[in-house]
């Protein structure tokens, strides 16, 4: 049973680009969460989708936005990169209908030069 | 809004010895708790949560922590730590938002360095 896949692992782009992170949920789960953990700090949640919509957002600007997929996968979208954007974005995912803790993948690393 | 405190960053233990990472929170209802670990490099890895119930939770690895709502707190206590152990330890409390679903708010993590 395969766990939460994120790709890619590794990422490195410039201040401006953009950037798309992908994120396969546990199998049997239908949500998906998102947050960045910048170096020596705890992650901090940016958003959280189901049934193909955004739910709950954090404390992120507009350049981050995401998509649910009907197969329940996700995609984080990031415009305008800055240099502090530079973190391991980490994928979750739970289902809503158990109660039960999210799951999280091994997170893909981004670097902005 | 909810918050998790972390007092202590950086924890050295011998290997063998007993182990209590700190963790107090800040939620407005009865919170959903979490002590996740993370290795370098690595994701989350769920060692034990408290929903309701019993105070005293029971997770993997030999881990435990207790909930003491008085104290607004949900410390992670190991009686005797292996070499294995050394990594970062986060303690997170989900906000419930309805439809079954909750977002994790963490702390700032304790990073454990073992002592052989």
């Known amino acids: 049973d395969a766990g939460v896949t994120q790709s890619p692992t590794h990422l490195i782009k410039t201040r401006g680009q953009q950037v798309t992170l992908r994120c396969s949920p546990k199998s049997g789960h239908d949500t998906v969460s998102w947050y960045q953990q910048a170096l020596g700090q705890g992650p901090q949640f940016i958003f959280q989708?189901?049934?193909?919509?955004?739910?709950q957002r954090g404390n992120f600007p507009d350049r981050f936005s995401g998509h649910q997929f009907p197969n329940y996968s996700s995609e984080l979208n990031v415009n305008a990169l800055l240099l502090g954007d530079s973190a391991l974005y980490l994928c979750a995912s739970s289902d809503r209908n158990s109660n039960q803790p999210q799951h999280f993948g091994d997170g893909t690393r981004l670097s902005i030069l | 809004a909810q918050s998790v405190t972390q007092p202590d960053i950086h924890i050295t233990v011998s290997e063998g010895a007993s182990l209590e990472l700190r963790c107090n929170y800040s939620y407005g209802a009865t919170p959903y708790l979490f002590w996740y670990v993370q290795s370098p490099g690595q994701g989350l890895q769920l060692l034990l949560k408290y929903f309701s119930g019993d105070t005293l939770v029971q997770g993997i690895k030999g881990f435990e922590a207790e909930f003491k709502r008085s104290q607004s707190s949900f410390n992670l206590r190991k009686p005797s730590v292996h070499w294995s152990d050394a990594a970062e330890y986060f303690c997170?409390?989900?906000?419930?938002?309805?439809?079954?679903?909750?977002?994790?708010?963490f702390g700032k993590g304790t990073k454990l360095s073992v002592i052989p």
């Open positions: 997170a409390v989900g906000a419930y938002s309805g439809a079954g679903s909750y977002q994790l708010t």
């Open positions: 989708y189901y049934e193909e919509e955004e739910r």
